[in-house]
């Protein structure tokens, strides 16, 4: 029953932790400038590690009571990761995504995919 709350708890931890990165935009808002398509490829390919489902398990289990359900593990990664960029008002937008190919769409701007 309580199996699932580490897994909510380190989710919560990197929702924070992108909270905090995204607080930080504001400061430096001219360090994105440098070098945009390099670093969202960078984030692009994060995002694929991330929500990399290859080691996906599947189990077949009997209850107590005789009823058969199919149990899916996933060891690593996420469904959906949480990605920013900034928009065109100078603040970040957040995003969730569950795929290198939409986080790209959602790097890219506003009307690619949103």
């Known amino acids: 029953m309580y199996g699932d709350l580490g897994r909510a708890g380190r989710t919560g931890a990197w929702v924070v932790l992108a909270l905090v990165a995204l607080a930080g935009c504001n ?13 969202s490829r960078s984030v692009v390919e994060e995002v694929r590690v991330a929500t990399d489902r290859s080691a996906l398990r599947q189990d077949r289990l009997t209850l107590p009571g005789g009823q058969r359900i199919r149990r899916l593990t996933a060891p690593n990664g996420f469904n959906q990761v949480a990605v920013a960029r900034m928009g065109p008002d100078g603040k970040p937008v957040v995003g969730c995504v569950d795929s290198a190919e939409t986080a790209e769409a959602f790097l890219a701007g506003p009307g690619t995919g949103e």
């Open 27 to 39: 400061a430096a808002p001219d360090a994105k400038a440098a070098a945009p398509n390099a670093a």
